[in-house]
Every structure is written in C-alpha cells, then in structure tokens.
C-alpha cells in the first residue's frame, strides 16, 4: 500500500529512558480517514510511542513514517508542517497566555489568514462554550473545557494526522462521551486519528482498529470491534 | 507639598531603575526562553560601551556631528555585539538549552575570556565617555542629567516596544509559549531552537543598547558589565525568573532601597539592604514576585 | 562580584605560568635580583607592568654606572617579576616561587592582601620586604625586615590637611567616603583623626562597596551635610568620576580632594572635564611641573609609550626600591638582609624625586620610610597645577 493508503506507518519501534526499555518494536498502521486506539495500562508505554512518533523521544530503532516518508528522528515543528498534531499528555496548553493566543499558536505554521479565520470560526461552532472566552487565561478554565481547549488548538493546525494522547482522562463522563463524539466529527472531516487510552471501554467504541500495548509490546492487534469480542480483553480492560 | 529631598530620591530611584531594566530585561528573556542564566550577558553590555567610546571620537573626527556619529556607532555596535552573540549561540550555548549547569559553566568561561580579552586589546583604564546630550535638565526643580533623561525615555521606549511585541507579534507569542511550555510550543509548529537563537540575539541587542546608552554616564571599563551583572540579575531574581514585568518590578525594587537607603544609611548599608531584602522576598516568594509557581 | 574573584585566579595562573617560562628564575651568581611581586593580569595590571618597568629603568641605569661594588667585588642587578594578581593566593605563590625557588631574597610586593602573604614569609626566612601597600598594619618594629617606598595616606594626608588649612582658613567641616574594603577601612581610620587633630568636624564618613555602579544616592547624602570639604581618599578613577559628575549635577560647591589620585585623565574619562575642574589629588606626580627637570620627564614620555601610562606614584616605586636596595648593599658592604636592615634607615639614595633619607618613626615608630615629597597638586582644566611641594618631615 501507499504513503496515501497508510498516513502514518510505525515499524518496530523500540525506545527507552536512562538505558531502560520502554516500549519495544512496536508497529502500527493506520488507515487513511480512519480511528485508531492504542489501549494500555498505566505504564505500558503508550506516551511513549506518542512521543516516539513525534519527535519528543528519540527512538533507538524502527522507522516513522508520516504519509510514506521516513520522519523519524524529526523535530515536532517540522512534523506539524508536514501534517501533523498531538494533544499531548497532560493537555500542555500555555497556561499564562489567553484562550485566542493558544488557538492562535495552535495555527502557528499557517500563513492564509482566511483559511485560518474559517478554521477558528469551525472550532468556536464545535466548541459554543468556549467563544466569550476568547480573551480568558486558559488556567481559569475548567478541566474538561482545557481538554476541548487542547483539541481545538491541535485542529487549529489543519492536520491530516492527530494523536491523542488519553483525551478522556479524569473527566466526567458526560464529558467523555462530547470527547467521544468529537473524535468522530474530526475524523469524519477527513482527519486520521489515533488516540491512545487507558479507558478501554470508550476507545473501543469509537476505534476503527484497536492495539493493545502491555509492557511496551503490542501484545494484540484487529479491528475494535474484533477485539472488543475476546476474553481476555473483556476480562482484562473491559472488567466484565 | 512634596518635600524636596521626596522628589529628589523619586528621580533618583527612576534614574537608577531605568538602567536596571535595561540590564535586566535581555537576561530574564534568555531565562524565559532557554532555561538557563547568562553569566556573560555584562560582557555584551561593556563591548558595546567599549566600542561606543571608540566609534564616536573616530566618527566625530571624520567630520560626523555628534548625534549622527552616536547613532551610527550604536547601529554599529549592536550589529557587531550581535555577531558576537551569534557565534556564542551557535558554538556554544545551542548544546546547553535547558541546562542550567553546563550553560552557567559555559557562560561563566566565556565571560572570563571576555575579561582577559578586553582587557588586553582595550586595557584596564576607564576609557573617556562622549558627550552626547550635555548638561543637565530641571525637573520638580531638581537637576538631573540630561543624558540621564535620554536612558530613562529609552528604557521606557524599549520596555514597551519589547511589551508590545511579546504579546502582539507572532515571534513574540511563539517566544512566549516556548517559555511556557518548549515541548508544547513545538507541538504547535514552533521551531523552539531557531526562536530560541532569536530570543538570544534580541537580548544581545538589548544588552548592547544597553552599553551604548550607559557609555556617556557609566564609567566604561572591561570591567563595567560585572558590576551591572549583580544588580541585574537580583532584579530578575526579585521579580521572577523568566518575567519581562518581573524584572521591571525587581528593577524598581532595588533601584528604590538603593536609592532610600543609600541617602538615608549611606551606600554600604544599601547594598547589604539590597541583599537582605532579595533574600527576604524569596523566603516569602521562592519565585519571585511575578513568578509562576 | 563573585564572578570576578573567579575569573582572576585563572587568568592569572595563566599568566603566572606563561610569565615563568619567559622570565625563568636563575641568574648569574654575580647578579643580584630584585622579586617582583606584582599584579600583571586583571584590574591591577597597569599599575604592576608600570612597576616592573620602572624598577628595569633604575637596574639599567645602576648596571650602566657600574653595578654595586660590595667589598671589591662589582654586581649587577636585575629585577623578576611575576603576577601576584592582587590576592592573597596569588601573593602566597609568588612568594614561594621568589624566595624558595628561585633563592632571591629582595622582594618589592604591591597589594595589601599579597604583602600579608610575603610579609609572614619574608620576615621569617630574613629576607627583606619592599612594602607598596597604603595601609599602616605591615609596617612597624615588628617587622624589622619591612621597609616602605612610596606615600601612603600616613604622609600624604598630613601634607593635604597642612596645604587646606593654609588655603581654606574658613573651612571648617568635612565629609568623607571611603571604598569599604581593607585599603578604604585603612586609610579612613588614618585620615579622619587628623582632620580632628587639625580641628576639623568630620560631619560623616561613610563607606560604599566595590562594584557600586550607581551613585547618586550616595552623593545626594554627601551633598546633604553641606560640608566645606569633602574627601574621597580611596575611591577608584572611575568611581572617583561618578562620585564627583553627581556632586557637580547636585550644585555641590565644597573643596574637593582625591588624596590616592594619582591620574587626573583615568578620572576625567568617566567624570568629564567640568566636574573635575578645582579638585585636588595628593598622589599625582605633576611631572610637567616646576618640580621635576628634563631628565625625569624623560623617563616619564618613555614610560608613557611603553605601556600606556606616565611616571606615577605608584610605579615610580619600582625605581625606587630597586635605589633603596643598591644603597643600603653599598651602605651595609653585605647582601646580607639583616645587615641591609640595619643600614638602610640611615642611608640616602637616589630616588626618582632626587636625594632623600629615611624618616617615619612618628608615623610606624621606626624609620622605615623615604622621606619623599608630597606633591599637592590640582585639576585645572583637565590639567595637574603644583600647587605645594610638601616635604615630610622625618625621624
Ligand atoms: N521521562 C521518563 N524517564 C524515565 N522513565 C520514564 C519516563 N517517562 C516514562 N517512563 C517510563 O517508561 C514506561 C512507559 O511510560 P509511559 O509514560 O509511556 O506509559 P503510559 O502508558 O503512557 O502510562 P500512563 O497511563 O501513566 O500515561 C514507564 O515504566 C515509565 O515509568
Ligand atoms: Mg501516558
């Protein structure tokens, strides 16, 4: 298949911190327009393999490959010039700075003022809560509103790949299930998406294809649905 | 009525205020940007003066009248000094971003061959400063140093223009959340170590407007940047690491116990007042003033 | 502060190797040797270079005359120099290197840090010690081996006080600001007694650190006393300058003195022309001056193009010492220390002022010091005016 069939392609990527294994040769293929989770237990190395593939750690072996290029080892700017956007752990917005300023960087690399005037007025639509917010430091936001934040910064980018790194986590499930809907509506607008999560439940539900990460290795791999349908996800992520 | 001695330590505490924000305004913006102290900044800082007081004799002696020559030596100088910051940014200080250690080590050595350097290519005698604004002016019937009045506009300008700039121009929000948040930053496309040479050429600048403006009241010697290096650096201590409000205020507040207190107690026990309140507000404010927690 | 008490150990242990190599310690066994220890890197530096030349200046004209006869046999002298870079670290290891590893036993030493590194070996060891340093505290009966070279403020300061009075008979009131390290705690507790001996009110004397780069709060408390006089014994050329552009933007009238000035230019560099019109130095050598002759203005313009700066009173005391030394070798017919001690106090030699003895026993209580001139002089249009030759009377 194709760079186009396959936007973002990770071959046996292994990494670690201070010589300790972290994650080790992992792949994974995500399909063109389409949603895919990697699941995993606190630990397992799923930031990790967000980093890896964004440039935030290095890796010690295997290939990125972002729309059939060779990316690894490239710094994150230049990856989200050539397509992509991370949510990181964390949410990492700027936290001095004004809701405008975050969404404003979020577009940093653009230069068509119109495209990305559109683009605002798209997230604010998405995001009606957040439009008299404009001028508000994003710290006095709430923790669900500063993960919404999160993602309309990484849509500010125009993106053809995101990654997310456990968007729902600790917060309410009301919240969880608007996160939910949204990682469809961005997909849907074209977007390929992978999201890692702790919350099985959530991300099979939404997830096209499905990796289960243990120990820094995929120990599992098929479509969501498939692997929703197995004992041993039941038993060991789905608590039934 | 305002007592006259009042509004002479006001002057007096602006004056001196004024050339600490200069002072300190490139240092807490190589903090904010690269996570480490510049303890080569006053190096920066005394080559401009150094230069300065060559270049407008020399110009002057080609025929330039004296602000022309001023102008063009400052334009100079500033091009030259931030040459010299490049070279150290891209030799040097690019392999220690975010490392507070190996920057402090680097910095420190560099500001020693700087002194070695200068003092043999310029000597160690205090070099004659150019009159650039003379006399003085009257202000609440207090006289005051014009070219004081000059350092104090400049520093106002400067101040705001770098105000302005950090949080109305794209280079200055991008400067703004790297220091916020560099792995963020480059998440957004930010290119964290070409913005962070950038930042470090801008606070270059400002240090050698710095020198250029100070020529013509400080005494310019190799030596000068260290002494400024101290009281700088308390400002943005004071005020918070990484603030550019921060060190303006910290500026202030020791511009003002200088001031009050060494016309009250006399100039040693000002400078001791200095260190016992910087150590008091940081017990109280670990970071600062303006510091984030 | 502390960045610059780093970055001069290193330089200077730079310098002092590379010094070394080019110096080399031994010299023939018909020479006698003069150590030099000096501060030849950092802030200092101008004041050791100009030092070490002048003591080459006096070896090349004795060698020229025919060296130093010493019971028949006719010696040569030398001078050795190396950076003691101001500290007392750096002292300690010149010292080491002069006496013990090269073996000379005549050690001229600047700084009173380095003195105080020398002293306590020099007087242990016997070998003798020239003294350049202001303070009083290294001179005295206890150190019989020590001798002085220059004016310091214990001469200096009666010579001043002496031409004030007789200048200014209305004048009735001081101030004073000092540097507050050992040289401007020193020389302030010199100087204040005798303005009060000389019935003076001394209305405050106040101290400031080094590294002040701002002054104005300071002048404004010195402008606030309204004082007749206002002396600044200690301050450094570019404080100096500071200190008296923000007495003169204040409207400050009073008399004003630089009793360690020794160099009207170093100050006017950061002061200005105008604000140092009409003060007084009393350690400048005004060379162009009725005092001095052809000769020594010749010595002066050599000196001035060979490292920048002309004959002063610190520098001079390289010649000086290097003359103190030959004549109490020639006095004494011994290169024996104790037995040069001894002579010395009642020898007359060929300082670069002229002919002078030893006196000082009123100040040190003993007769350690040349009884050099005191030469009152004042800035006039950027330029030095004699206006007192002051003979320091002695024993
Ligand atoms: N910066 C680091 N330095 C050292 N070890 C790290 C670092 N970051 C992660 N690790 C270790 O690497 C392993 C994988 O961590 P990682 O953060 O990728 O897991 P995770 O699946 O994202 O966990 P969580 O659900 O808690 O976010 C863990 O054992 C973790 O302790
Ligand atoms: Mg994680």
């Known amino acids: 298949m194709t760079g186009d069939d396959i936007p973002l392609q990770v071959d046996g990527i292994c990494a670690s911190y201070q010589g300790v294994p972290a994650i080790d040769n992992v792949s994974l293929r995500l399909r063109r327009g389409s949603i895919t989770t990697v699941i995993g237990a606190n630990g397992a190395g799923k930031s990790t393999v967000i980093k890896c593939i964004c440039g935030l750690v290095p890796t010690d072996r295997g290939k990125v490959r972002l729309f059939g290029q060779d990316v690894t080892g490239m710094p994150p700017d230049e990856l989200v010039r050539r397509g992509l956007s991370v949510v990181p752990e964390g949410r990492r917005l700027f936290s001095d700075m004004t809701l405008r300023e975050n969404l404003e960087l979020g577009a940093y690399t653009r230069s068509d003022a119109t495209a990305v005037a559109r683009d605002l007025e798209r997230v604010l639509t998405l995001f009606p809560d957040l439009r008299d917010r404009m001028s508000t430091m994003v710290n006095r936001f709430s923790g669900g509103q500063q993960q919404m934040v999160a993602v309309a910064r990484a849509m500010m980018s125009a993106p053809r790949v995101m990654l997310l790194d456990e968007p729902t986590i600790g917060l309410a499930p009301v919240i969880v299930e608007r996160i939910g809907n949204l990682i469809g509506e961005i997909s849907r607008s074209g977007v390929t998406v992978l999201f890692v999560e702790q919350n099985a439940e959530i991300a099979l539900e939404i997830a096209d294809d499905a990796y289960i990460l243990e120990s820094g290795k995929v120990i599992a791999e098929d479509t969501a649905a498939n692997l929703a349908q197995t004992d041993e996800v039941k038993k060991a992520y789905l608590g039934v | 009525m305002m007592s006259a001695t009042f509004v002479q330590l006001v002057i007096i505490s602006l004056e001196i205020g004024s050339v600490y924000v200069l002072f300190s305004l490139g240092l807490t913006l190589i903090f904010g940007i690269m996570k480490v102290v510049n303890f080569a900044h006053g190096q920066f800082f005394a080559v401009s003066a150094i230069l300065v007081t060559i270049l407008v004799p020399f110009l002057a002696a ?55 350097l200068m003092l043999s290519i310029f000597g160690g005698a205090p070099r004659p400063e150019p009159v650039i604004v003379p006399g003085t002016v009257r202000i609440f019937a207090v006289a005051v140093l014009a070219q004081h009045v000059v350092v104090f506009g400049a520093a106002v300008c400067i101040t705001g223009a770098l105000y302005w700039s950090m949080t109305a121009t794209r280079l200055g929000k991008a400067l703004r959340a790297i220091a916020s948040d560099h792995e963020a930053a480059m998440l957004q496309g930010i290119p964290y170590r070409r913005l962070s040479r950038d930042g470090f050429l801008i606070a270059t600048a400002l240090a050698a407007i710095a020198g250029a403006l100070m020529a013509p009241i400080s005494e310019v010697t190799p030596a000068v940047g260290n002494d400024y290096l101290m009281n700088g650096f308390m400002a943005v201590v004071v005020g ?47 970071r600062g003033l303006l510091g984030r927690a | 502060m502390s960045r610059q008490m780093m970055a001069k150990p290193l330089l200077g242990a730079a310098a002092l190797m590379v010094g070394g190599l080019l110096i080399g310690g031994a010299g023939p066994a018909d020479t006698i040797r003069l150590g030099l220890s000096l501060p030849l890197s950092g802030g200092g530096a101008i004041w050791g270079k100009g030092t070490a030349w002048m003591c080459d200046k006096a070896a090349a004209q004795i060698n020229k005359a025919g060296g130093v006869n010493v019971q028949g046999k006719v010696y040569k002298v030398a001078c050795v120099a190396y950076d003691n870079k101001y500290t007392a670290a750096g002292g300690a290891s010149v010292a080491h290197t002069l006496l013990d590893r090269d073996g000379i036993k005549y050690v001229l030493a600047m700084g009173t840090a380095p003195i105080l590194a020398t002293q306590s070996l020099t007087e242990r060891q016997g070998d003798l010690l020239f003294n350049l340093s202001w303070g009083k505290a290294t001179k005295g009966p206890k150190f019989p081996l020590t001798f002085d070279v220059f004016n310091s403020p214990a001469e200096i300061g009666p010579a001043i006080i002496k031409f004030i009075a007789k200048t200014y008979s209305s004048a009735k009131t001081v101030v004073m600001l000092n540097v507050d390290d050992a040289t401007g705690r020193e020389t302030e507790a010199i100087m204040r007694p005798m303005w009060k001996k000389a019935g003076y009110r001394v209305l405050a004397s106040m101290f400031y650190e080094r590294g002040t780069t701002e002054f104005q709060p300071t002048a404004l408390r010195l402008a606030s006393y309204k004082a007749d006089i206002i002396d600044l014994p200690t301050l450094p050329p570019p404080d100096a300058g500071k200190v008296l552009k923000d007495l003169q933007t204040l409207g400050v009238k009073g008399v004003k003195i630089l009793d360690d000035g020794t160099s009207a230019s170093a100050v006017e560099a950061t002061s200005g022309r105008s604000a140092l019109d009409g003060v007084y130095m009393g350690a400048a050598i005004p060379i162009d001056g009725p005092s001095f002759d052809a000769r020594q203005r010749a010595i002066s313009k050599e000196a001035k193009a060979a490292f920048g700066d002309p004959v002063n009173l610190v520098n001079i005391s390289g010649y000086d010492a290097m003359q103190e030394l030959v004549a109490g070798i020639e006095k004494a017919q011994s290169l024996n220390p104790h037995a040069i001690a001894k002579a010395l106090p009642t020898v007359h030699f060929k300082s670069f002022y002229g002919d002078v003895g030893f006196g000082g026993a009123a100040a040190y209580g003993v007769n350690i010091q040349p009884l050099l001139p005191v030469y009152v002089t004042q800035v006039v249009n950027g330029k030095l005016v004699d206006r007192a030759k002051v003979a320091v009377s002695g024993k």
């Open chain 2, 240 to 286: 918070g690491l990484g603030s550019v409000p921060g060190a303006i205020l910290g500026a202030m507040f020791i511009a003002v116990i200088e001031a009050v207190g060494g016309y009250y107690v006399g100039p040693s026990a000002a400078t001791m007042a200095i260190f016992v309140m910087v150590i008091v507000v940081l017990l109280i404010r670990p």
């Open chain 2, 62 to 116: 080609h025929g330039l009248p004296v602000l022309p020559a001023y102008f063009l030596a400052t334009a100079t100088t500033v091009a030259v000094t931030v040459m010299i910051g490049w070279g150290v940014y891209q030799f040097g200080l690019v392999r220690f971003l975010r490392d507070m250690e190996g920057a402090f080590i680097l910095t420190l050595g560099l500001a020693m061959l700087s002194d070695g």
